[in-house]
């Protein structure tokens, strides 16, 4: 590898630093010999970001942008035999140095692997050995042991990019991957989120991984900028502060939640203990006032589904046609309904007998719950009199666009004289008697994203809802946004609000 041989096109950005020089001989190297070396790492220096910008003004386009002082490339596929070791301190022609030793094993942002690979390369006229480093930085690998089963109820949500190999899981390891190589990690607090069993913690991290990456695309971007209580988000163009982003994240309600685990722990355990054979299972809960016992149960549905394979006419049918029979005792009430396979089907060794539990549901609070959550953070933080946004990652499947409209905008009511729909005094946005300049003036627009999670089955929307009080707007283009409400027509006394861009249907069925 000739190191001075190599033609300065500004594929890797050098700032003066040596790594830049080695990098660019690494990737051409590399790739005349049919292996693809791609910029990595992050080094969020003031001086460096700033060297970038002036050097780079597309940078935001770019897969990576500035080179970490250690110097780093992640190579498609990985190889895990590439390890830094310093063979010598050799140079550059220019006199920097080229390559500097660290050690093996853990680092916060990744994972480096073992061995050694030399490099000679006569530059100059004289040779240097040269050794470099090949992080992984990584949050999910590819899992060792198939499993094509989908999750239990009971099973974290970390569980689907830990343990599937599902296609659809393995495009969700891509994305998040993907999407942490750019994200400051530094403490590994993020990639311990991405982890954890606690899915509020896993899903709000998810959140943040999103907004992260589509703010990088027009800023410069700091996570948790400062001391005290702070944004998630502090965005700049070059050294000129923008504003601010809070990621905040709904969760469906506490006593679904637990209803929800509920029914998916007995669904899990009656898997445990009943194959499939002729019927698949489904249950409703009517009442359950304490945990009953298992065993009892599953001799019942034995019994009962023997009944039914001797006579399809023995149990009573629901209004569908549906053959079920109540399971009531002391503790609980239970319906179960046994659905008949198809006489040419071939049960499976994953086949699961048990579908799913009863439906959840009762009177739905999203956009109250929600318009709790935005008041919190509405007045926490300094924003030094600058824009300021919040965006709420739906993870309520109870909540949709209309609920959180009805959160910014106020409960709609009818006024009974007049029979004329109007809005209550309600909604985070608006104004009221005490407050004729407009509530929540620090808030220049909320975000709503929506069915995000990366490979999933539904297409993201994030929707923009533009305060129409703010003291100062958020940048039109911060955020990129299938849907936008705000104001359509302001006058001295009045000012008339609604959608600029009517937000797409949800991709769910």
């Keep these: 590898m000739i190191v001075d041989g190599i033609d300065r096109d500004d594929t890797f950005l050098d700032v003066r630093c040596a790594n830049g020089l080695l990098m660019e001989s690494v990737h051409r190297w590399s790739a005349e010999r049919g292996r693809h070396v791609e910029p990595y790492g992050i080094d969020l220096g003031l001086r460096l970001v700033a060297a970038a910008r002036s050097r780079l003004p597309d940078w935001a386009d770019r897969l990576a942008d500035l080179l970490h002082h250690a110097l780093t490339a992640l190579v498609e596929p990985r190889q895990h035999t590439l390890t830094t070791t310093d063979r010598q301190r050799p140079s550059a022609p220019s006199g920097h140095d080229c390559t500097s030793g660290t050690g093996h094993g853990q680092h916060a942002n990744g994972r480096r692997s073992g061995g050694t690979r030399a490099i000679k390369c006569p530059g100059g006229g004289r040779c240097c050995s040269l050794a470099f480093s090949v992080m992984s930085r990584l949050v999910f690998d590819e899992p060792k042991t198939p499993r094509v089963q989908p999750l239990d109820g009971t099973e974290p949500t970390s569980n689907w990019f830990r343990a599937s190999t599902r296609l659809e899981a393995v495009d969700g390891r891509r994305i998040v991957n993907d999407l942490y190589s750019r994200f400051p990690d530094d403490d590994g607090r993020m990639r311990a989120d991405l982890h954890s069993s606690d899915d509020r913690r896993m899903l709000g991290a998810l959140d943040e991984l999103f907004v992260h990456d589509q703010l990088i695309r027009r800023y410069r971007v700091t996570y948790e900028e400062g001391e005290g209580t702070r944004p998630d988000f502090r965005v700049?163009?070059?050294?000129?502060?923008?504003?601010?982003?809070?990621?905040?994240?709904?969760?469906?309600?506490?006593?679904?939640?637990?209803?929800?685990?509920?029914?998916?722990?007995?669904?899990?355990?009656?898997?445990?203990?009943?194959?499939?054979?002729?019927?698949?299972?489904?249950?409703?809960?009517?009442?359950?006032?304490?945990?009953?016992?298992?065993?009892?149960?599953?001799?019942?549905?034995?019994?009962?589904?023997?009944?039914?394979?001797?006579?399809?006419?023995?149990?009573?049918?629901?209004?569908?046609?549906?053959?079920?029979?109540?399971?009531?005792?002391?503790?609980?009430?239970?319906?179960?309904?046994?659905?008949?396979?198809?006489?040419?089907?071939?049960?499976?060794?994953?086949?699961?007998?048990?579908?799913?539990?009863?439906?959840?549901?009762?009177?739905?609070?999203?956009?109250?719950?929600?318009?709790?959550?935005?008041?919190?953070?509405?007045?926490?933080?300094?924003?030094?009199?600058?824009?300021?946004?919040?965006?709420?990652?739906?993870?309520?499947?109870?909540?949709?666009?209309?609920?959180?409209?009805?959160?910014?905008?106020?409960?709609?009511?009818?006024?009974?004289?007049?029979?004329?729909?109007?809005?209550k005094g309600d909604g985070f946005f608006g104004h009221g008697a005490h407050r004729r300049a407009g509530k929540h003036q620090r808030v220049s627009a909320v975000f709503s994203l929506h069915d995000w999670f990366p490979g999933g089955p539904y297409e993201s929307q994030l929707v923009r809802f533009d305060n129409p009080f703010a003291a100062v707007p958020f940048p039109d283009d911060a955020l990129p946004c299938g849907g936008r409400w705000g104001v359509i027509e302001r006058e001295a006394a009045q000012l008339r609000a609604g959608w600029l861009i009517r937000p797409a249907a949800s991709t769910r069925r």
């Design 236 to 423: 700049y163009t070059g050294a000129a502060y923008v504003g601010a982003v809070e990621v905040a994240t709904l969760f469906l309600r506490d006593d679904w939640a637990a209803e929800e685990r509920r029914n998916a722990d007995l669904k899990r355990q009656l898997n445990q203990q009943l194959p499939l054979t002729t019927h698949s299972v489904e249950f409703e809960i009517f009442r359950w006032d304490a945990t009953p016992r298992l065993q009892p149960m599953v001799k019942w549905i034995e019994r009962t589904l023997s009944e039914l394979r001797a006579d399809p006419e023995a149990l009573q049918r629901d209004e569908f046609g549906c053959p079920e029979k109540v399971y009531i005792n002391p503790a609980v009430e239970i319906v179960f309904r046994f659905i008949e396979l198809p006489e040419s089907y071939v049960v499976g060794a994953d086949d699961r007998a048990v579908l799913g539990g009863g439906s959840i549901g009762g009177c739905v609070d999203s956009a109250e719950r929600l318009r709790q959550r935005l008041d919190d953070k509405a007045v926490k933080y300094d924003l030094r009199d600058m824009p300021f946004a919040i965006v709420v990652g739906v993870r309520d499947g109870m909540c949709d666009v209309g609920d959180v409209h009805q959160a910014l905008t106020g409960t709609s009511a009818v006024v009974i004289a007049t029979g004329q729909g109007v809005r």
